[in-house]
């Protein structure tokens, strides 16, 4: 049968050279192209040490003023003053990730709501189907019974179609207030406009859209997530002594990365003459398993780069293991927006760092601006959320998410008179 | 061919050289040309021509045992996620719910060894016998439900990812206990390679000798090519194919595993992105060495023709798009010349057909095939 079976030897081999053909003329094409995010060295300009430490030092502060109530961290900002004082970049980041690593003690929000906040009422939040975001709704219902409301989840899959169908379903049965997270008003522009005739309150998070237009109050902005990036920043300069080279990983699908990434390039260029920067886009599709190889390559052709800065910490999922096999024992990793596994990757020194993302803080800052919105008194503008980056020496848990501010709840109960 | 008359034709008879050792000589190097053909292993010249490529443009990286390293040591589980794919394919069943089965045993192995007591190698063994339940539930699915097995094992997955949300709420089990002896199954190394690969290996040598050294082999392909004319012959293709999936579902759990281990959690979507891939290389290695058939060393060739790409593609500093295109144009091109060689199959066998019946070839018919290679082995 296998003689039968083969068709004229030229049919195959002629297909097979524009295999061939196709593949080496794609292989030529990408390696030709100049869309690869070329080495940035960051330039060292004549007053740079000056600005990077006036910089670090004014970062340092202005964070410091509104987060550090600890005696620690304040005297951490201090150091951080002083070291900048003395145009020393890398005294002042030093100084300036040991106050990050501070746990922090108070929510950066401490205007009463004033007015008794009605009780009963029946909200709903928009579950994008994800870990996280089981999480934010166990956290709303956490902060809705304080205040003695009804909670109804809404699960989708994150699919824009099932987030529709959610939308759809608040627009039949008309709750209270809506509470969603990550969801582009493009997706769901018409059903917030219907919101607001509705007069349903609505409150956001992780957003790179405008308050208004159907949305009253958003945490998570791009601006908030920029103020992330003197944080990797600092961590890169201070465990380098200033002489990383790094290399950014980021996820083009999300906008909202865009300001990290801009954010943590110009603090580095800022605050380190000569440390390196470079990028790798990750498709949102090779999360997960071509992710690790992707990185492997680009650091085997870069031996120079030690230290990846990601800009969410599931692009690293799995990489550890990668490095390990490649060899690649001297490479440390910093990223954000930990799961459990990246705890685990903390706790066994797999991954030097990780900034911890306020789940718990931002959740409740938006039930808060509900209740004011239901109270009758003005929405409070989205607060800085507490930052604290973890590490093995500081890492709380491995199995379980928490609140960065220990007493989150019990500090949003006294605003609400609770 | 009439390889007695080829000798007889040959120089070598002219200048006294035996018949039958010129025959013999010339029957092996037409046995070598042929293993060695173009259509028979287009994928390895392929990929000795990326090779050179990324070597002479990629000098500083590329030609390096690191990057060997970096190939095997990142393809293998891919390797293994493909390998469970191959037994139902060979048999024309698809199995969708396999990347789903990886996340279960994962998650199962991982939820074990951190909340139970139990020893690693038993923890181990309920994992991969977790994926053995799900094969034989899309065993009763496919065959005894008689759905097609493209939706029904698409519907066990679904079914089998809704089990592990509901179980873990889509968060990771990690804890410190994976960082032991657990995390050996997939981290552990020899010379640089990791454990995997070790894995990948005996999974081709068994799949490779089930399929060319046995009976259930052979009934396997001809369950792929021709199930009713396969069961006209007296082949119980029905168990066959049930246990393709049993077969499918615990090399999958076993896959799963390792890869938990290699993640160092359980994450309850650890599987599904090495669907598409596995997939793509099952169908890229039937076009090397067996010709249109599902076997486990062409997928090898394929997955190592696609890992040396995308890894060559990611040394020499290529865009992320340059892999998925790599990846894309790779598979159309070796599928266009899977559909070639099957209309010249077909295109043959009509030709054949219309010759006398003494004429034919016995081994034309699929259910022929199988009753002359028993007869052979026999």
């Known amino acids: 049968m296998n003689r039968n079976m083969r068709g004229p030897r030229h049919k195959g081999r002629g297909t097979m050279a524009v295999s061939v053909l196709a593949a080496l003329g794609l292989l030529a094409a990408a390696c030709g192209s100049d869309s690869k995010s070329a080495t940035t060295t960051v330039a060292a300009a004549t007053t740079a040490a000056t600005t990077a430490a006036s910089t670090a030092a004014t970062t340092a502060a202005s964070t410091a003023a509104t987060t550090a109530a600890s005696t620690a961290a304040t005297s951490a900002a201090s150091t951080a003053d002083t070291a900048a004082a003395d145009g020393d970049p890398v005294a002042a980041a030093k100084a300036a990730t040991a106050k990050y690593e501070q746990r922090p003690t108070t929510i950066d929000f401490t205007t009463p709501v004033g007015k008794e906040i009605p009780t009963g009422k029946k909200i709903a939040f928009i579950n994008c189907g994800s870990s996280a975001c089981n999480l934010e709704g166990d956290i709303i219902k956490q902060a809705a019974d304080v205040l003695g409301w009804t909670l109804q989840v809404l699960n989708t899959d994150g699919s824009p179609q099932q987030v529709q169908n959610a939308w759809e379903q608040v627009g039949r049965e008309k709750p209270d207030g809506v509470l969603y997270t990550a969801v582009p008003r493009s997706q769901i522009g018409k059903y917030l406009t219907n919101a607001a005739k509705d007069g349903i309150a609505v409150a956001a998070c992780c957003l790179t859209d405008e308050v208004g237009d159907g949305i009253d109050y958003i945490i998570g902005t791009a601006e908030q997530a920029g103020k992330l990036g003197p944080v990797y920043a600092s961590w890169v300069i201070a465990d380098s002594d200033g002489e990383a080279n790094t290399v950014f990983l980021t996820l083009p699908d999300f906008p909202i990365l865009k300001t990290l990434e801009d954010s943590y390039k110009a603090s580095l260029a800022e605050q380190c003459s000569t440390c390196g920067y470079d990028k790798i886009d990750i498709p949102l599709a090779d999360l997960g398993k071509n992710a690790p190889d992707l990185i492997v390559s680009f650091l085997r052709s870069h031996p120079d780069t030690k230290y990846i800065v990601a800009s969410v910490d599931a692009i690293v999922l799995g990489l550890p293991a990668a490095l390990k096999a490649a060899g690649l024992d001297d490479i440390k990793i910093i990223g954000e927006g930990p799961n459990t596994t990246n705890l685990q990757y903390l706790a066994s020194g797999d991954q030097a760092a990780s900034i911890a993302f306020p789940y718990y803080e931002e959740m409740y800052a938006m039930v808060d601006a509900l209740a004011r919105k239901f109270a009758g008194v003005p929405i409070e503008a989205p607060f800085d959320p507490p930052i604290w980056l973890l590490t093995k020496d500081n890492v709380p848990s491995t199995t379980d998410l928490f609140p960065l501010v220990l007493d989150t709840k019990e500090q949003f109960a006294k605003l609400w008179g609770k | ?378």
């Open chain 2, 1 to 378: 061919m009439n390889t007695t008359s080829a000798a007889t034709a040959s120089p070598s008879a002219t200048f006294g050289v035996r018949p039958a050792a010129a025959a013999t000589r010339g029957a092996v190097g037409r046995r070598i040309r042929g293993a060695l053909s173009v259509r028979k292993v287009g994928g390895v010249y392929v990929l000795i021509m990326i090779v050179v490529y990324f070597s002479v443009t990629v000098p500083k990286t590329f030609p390096q045992w690191d990057t060997v390293r970096q190939i095997l040591n990142g393809n293998a589980v891919s390797a293994m996620a493909a390998l469970a794919l191959i037994i139902p394919m060979a048999a024309g069943v698809f199995d969708i719910s396999v990347a789903y089965t990886m996340s279960l045993s994962g998650v199962i192995s991982a939820w074990l060894v951190v909340h139970t007591g139990l020893p690693l190698g038993v923890a181990i063994v309920l994992a991969v016998l977790a994926g053995t339940g799900v094969g034989i539930i899309n065993g009763v699915v496919v065959v005894v439900m008689r759905i097609e097995s493209l939706i029904a094992t698409l519907a066990t997955g679904s079914l089998i990812q809704a089990l592990i949300t509901m179980v873990t709420h889509d968060n990771s089990i990690s804890h410190s206990k994976l960082n032991g002896s657990f995390s050996k199954i997939a981290q552990g190394s020899l010379q640089g390679l990791t454990l995997p690969i070790l894995y990948a290996l005996v999974m081709t040598l068994a799949i490779w000798h089930l399929q060319q050294h046995t009976a259930t082999g052979r009934r396997l392909y001809a369950v792929g090519f021709n199930r009713d004319a396969t069961r006209l012959a007296g082949i119980n293709t029905n168990a066959l194919r049930f246990s393709t999936l049993v077969l499918s579902g615990t090399l999958a759990g076993a896959t799963g595993v390792v890869l938990a281990s290699s993640i160092g959690s359980g994450s309850p979507t650890a599987g599904t992105p090495y669907l598409l891939f596995a997939f793509a290389a099952v169908f890229l290695g039937a076009t090397q060495l067996k010709e249109g058939r599902f076997n486990a060393w062409g997928t090898i060739i394929a997955v190592l023709l696609l890992g040396t790409g995308t890894t060559g593609l990611g040394l020499a500093g290529a865009p992320s798009w340059a892999r998925s295109m790599f990846t894309g144009i790779v598979l159309i091109a070796a599928l266009a010349v899977t559909g070639l060689q099957r209309r010249s199959v077909g295109g043959a066998r009509r030709r054949s057909w219309k010759r006398p019946a003494n004429d034919r070839d016995a081994t034309q018919h699929p259910t022929a095939t199988v009753q002359q290679q028993e007869g052979e082995q026999q």
